[in-house]
């Protein structure tokens, strides 16, 4: 790459101008951070969850009495192995 105030050195005919260093855009602007993620959780095909604390606290009772964790207890529910 040729220094801005240099005058002397000559440019290479047929030579595309170096790129930008840096994560490429993918529109008029850089992504924030919050923008990555969340396009990151679509692809991965993840979401998030929230609970009502009164459920919570069922869940975690339901799992006691049957005396296993509460992620045991989800799974199955769901069928997920």
Request: glycine share 8%.
């Amino acid at each position: 790459m040729k220094h801005v105030a240099d005058r002397h050195t000559a440019e290479l005919p047929g030579l595309d101008a170096p790129r930008k260093r840096g994560r490429p855009t993918l529109g008029a602007r850089a992504m924030t951070v919050a923008e990555r993620k969340r396009r990151s959780r679509q692809n991965a095909g993840t979401t998030s969850l929230e609970l009502d604390h009164a459920f919570v606290k069922w869940l975690r009772r339901q799992a006691a009495q049957q005396g296993v964790s509460v992620g045991d207890l989800l799974m199955e529910r769901f069928g997920v192995k």
